[in-house]
């Protein structure tokens, strides 16, 4: 029974959604809890199918004034769905606590069915078998699948929502054997039969302080009930705080051919929640995850690489002038290098257009104000248009800098900072970007308060918390909005 980590969890929230639980009904479902996953792998690959060969022979049809070649697209939809149910199954979006989850839903299946037909164009590309593919077909099943998936989902959500409440789902018959303390337990039968499983009884075990006695006859007694019963499966709800009990009722429960299953209670089930995995022959649990998974880090890195290395080819002309202007303009390096704090703290050095006469770089830094006489003729135009930040491009080719993240401070700022604003180092928990979520927000420039800090740092971790693809092209977008405003670019 895969329950115990997450889907008693799932249940529990269904059930308490304020709802009035209605009469049980008459008929139940054909189909367990436990299939939901592999019924909903099979509808996916059966829209996947159907799809194809609508859009195929529709196309033809207006196109040609035939069906085409049906064989032709039950490959192509051979091919998609084996790559995008894999994906999907490998973020574990089949599960039925995540299928209730629409926005995560819609959000997984955008990314991964655009990466699928991209992937194709590029292998159908790299092998020029373009001339045997009908890409108006194609384009035509991409939109069919793709909506047919999404209306599927929201078809799923609300058959799970209805199984679950009005307990439709077919189940396994059970006994429930209980620990007295905790209120969990007055839960949880509703809990098994919302989720299908028949419940035949339910035990409860007294408190130690109520004599052993009295506990191995209520455990008897459930080993003489299950005994020549219909009953196929006996689950235990109990603090493993108290484990040298609750193994002795394991012991004793071995005497029965059926499956037992352990359902943690208390606050040391908060554990069983998080992801796991195996480290050798141990369980290695995750009880925090990091900002990005292996996954989004590997895809934001390649965006970066790619826009940034299209950033530099495209602005060349603009940086060389520049680089030109500056050293026309007044004696000093044509870039200002400092160094900033970034992922994990570590230290870099920045690269800028140098916009000043001076190049601050130790334990006392002064930030620019308005009218600052240390900014140059050219640099006050520069830092306008924010064009001194376009050699930060470079810092996101070579690794040290995302395109979108919080902003960069100086190391004597960090520290200054660190000390104002409480949870100012969880910024470190992600690359710093060239632009980020305080800045399209007005949090440009400098800080000369600590209200003005704070307000920053708020947006930096509200960016943090709420990362996705879609956030970071909106503020790869509003930035160039930001820039043409100008607002506190001094």
Request: proline share 5%; charged share 20%.
């Amino acid at each position: 029974m895969n329950f115990i980590k997450r889907d008693i969890d799932l249940a529990r929230s269904v059930a308490v959604t304020g709802l009035r639980e209605p009469s049980p009904p008459a008929r139940k479902w054909p189909i367990t809890y436990d299939s939901v996953e592999i019924i909903t792998v099979l509808a996916d690959a059966a829209v996947i199918l159907s799809t194809s060969i609508v859009a195929g022979i529709c196309y033809h049809l207006y196109t040609f004034g035939a069906p085409g070649d049906i064989l032709e697209y039950v490959g192509s939809a051979a091919i998609v769905a084996a790559l995008f149910i894999s994906l999907m199954k490998s973020r574990e979006m089949y599960k039925p606590a995540e299928l209730l989850i629409l926005r995560t839903q819609v959000r997984a299946i955008s990314v991964l069915w655009i990466a699928v037909f991209f992937l194709l164009a590029g292998a159908i590309f790299a092998l020029k078998t373009g001339n045997e593919i009908s890409r108006g077909a194609n384009l035509l099943f991409a939109l069919f699948g793709y909506s047919a998936l999404i209306a599927q989902r929201f078809l799923w959500r609300r058959l799970l929502t209805e199984g679950m409440i009005k307990k439709r789902f077919s189940g396994r018959k059970i006994v429930l054997i209980t620990d007295h303390s905790h209120s969990a337990e007055s839960n949880l039968p509703h809990v098994l039969t919302s989720l299908g499983f028949r419940l035949e009884r339910h035990f409860t075990l007294p408190p130690p302080e109520h004599g052993s006695r009295r506990r191995e006859k209520i455990i008897s007694s459930a080993i003489a009930y299950v005994r020549g019963s219909e009953v196929e499966e006996i689950v235990v709800g109990a603090d493993l705080n108290r484990w040298p009990e609750l193994r002795s009722l394991i012991t004793e429960l071995r005497i029965l051919p059926f499956p037992v299953n352990l359902i943690p209670l208390g606050a040391v089930s908060e554990i069983f929640k998080q992801p796991s995995h195996t480290l050798g022959n141990a369980t290695c649990i995750e009880v925090q995850r990091g900002p990005l998974t292996p996954f989004e880090y590997t895809a934001k890195r390649c965006i970066d690489i790619v826009l940034s290395g299209m950033g530099v080819l495209t602005l060349l002309p603009l940086l060389i002038i520049v680089a030109i202007a500056i050293k026309l303009d007044s004696p000093g390096p044509v870039l200002f290098k400092q160094r900033r704090c970034g992922f994990n703290g570590r230290c870099f050095q920045i690269l800028k257009f140098r916009t000043m006469t001076v190049l601050e770089d130790g334990a006392v830094v002064t930030q620019a104000e308005r009218g600052d006489n240390r900014v140059t003729p050219l640099g006050k135009w520069l830092r306008r248009t924010s064009i001194d930040e376009l050699p930060q491009l470079f810092n996101v080719l070579e690794g040290s800098m995302s395109l979108v993240g919080p902003r960069p401070h100086a190391e004597a700022h960090d520290t200054q900072f660190d000390k104002i604003v409480r949870n100012y180092a969880l910024r470190h928990r992600v690359k710093p970007g060239l632009t980020g979520w305080a800045q399209v927000n007005g949090c440009r420039g400098a800080t000369p308060t600590s209200t003005d800090i704070e307000r920053r740092v708020e947006f930096d971790l509200w960016y943090i918390d709420n990362w996705s693809f879609r956030l970071d092209f909106a503020i790869l977008l509003q930035t160039f909005t930001e820039v043409l405003r100008c607002r506190n670019a001094y």
